[in-house]
Every structure is written in structure tokens, then in C-alpha cells.
């Protein structure tokens, strides 16, 4: 299923030292790594959500196009598709083939793709915790 990623990765101390020409990083140092916050976003943007929930039997991929990005959704398991799009501009969403929609979606029996069409992209969780951001 999802594993969390929040924020960019940010080069703990040690690491940054061993890339000075200093000794590299030990396994330990190497798993605590620390995340910074993700940016926040215009709060005078535009936000269109998603909810994607699997009522089937089996699991579902979700497709997050143009970033190839997949992930297995299991049944019962619910994810938001969150959009941003752009703030005063006349066309918000900048998709290619539906400019003025959020999204586009195309269903096959297994799988989900969804072309989100604002400028930033976020993946929260049932709770409304951030999984991934593009």
C-alpha cells in the first residue's frame, strides 16, 4: 500500500559533513533522515479533491499521470486526489484536452489513471494526511 513521504529530503548533518570530504554517513545516520516541510501553496488558488475509494473485491491501481506514479489501493481503501491550480489566472487548471476541468479520468477494470490538471498535486490519506506531493 502507500508508505508516507512528507516534505524533500533534507541531508542530515553527518551527510552533509561526507560530502566536505569528510568519513561517509554509518547505516544509522543513514535512516534518520529528515524530511522539511512541504511548501504550502496560495491560499487564493483554487482546490478540487478527489476521493478515490476501492468498493471492489480486488486491488486497484491508481494512475497519476503525467508523473508515472502508480499505487495499489486495497479493498475498502480510500485516497484524495488533490489539486491546485492557478490563482487569477482566466483558466485555473491548465490541462491540455479539458483546460477548465480539474480533472480527467480514464477507468479500466483494474486500474485508475488520473490526469490532474492543476499545477500542484497532493495524495492524502482517509485521516487527510499528505502522502505524496507533485
Do not use: H
Not at 15 to 43: I, M, T
Not at 66 to 83: M, N
Not at 123 to 132: C, H, K, S, T, V
Amino acid at each position: 500500500m502507500f508508505w508516507k513521504r512528507l516534505g524533500e529530503r533534507v541531508p542530515a548533518v553527518r551527510e552533509s559533513a561526507a560530502s566536505d570530504g569528510e568519513r561517509a554517513p554509518s547505516a544509522e545516520e543513514v535512516a534518520a533522515v529528515v524530511l522539511a516541510p512541504p511548501e504550502p501553496w496560495d491560499p487564493a488558488a483554487p482546490v478540487a479533491r478527489l476521493p478515490v475509494t476501492n468498493g471492489g473485491q480486488d486491488p486497484l491501481e491508481l494512475v497519476l499521470e503525467p508523473y508515472c506514479w502508480s499505487e495499489w489501493l486495497e479493498p475498502g481503501a480510500t485516497v484524495t486526489v488533490v489539486t491546485v491550480g492557478e490563482a487569477d489566472a482566466q483558466r485555473p487548471w491548465s490541462g491540455t484536452t479539458a483546460p477548465d476541468e480539474p480533472f480527467e479520468l480514464d477507468y479500466y477494470p483494474d486500474q485508475l489513471v488520473v490526469w490532474p490538471n492543476g499545477r500542484l498535486v497532493l495524495i492524502l490519506d482517509a485521516a487527510g494526511n499528505e502522502l505524496y506531493r507533485f
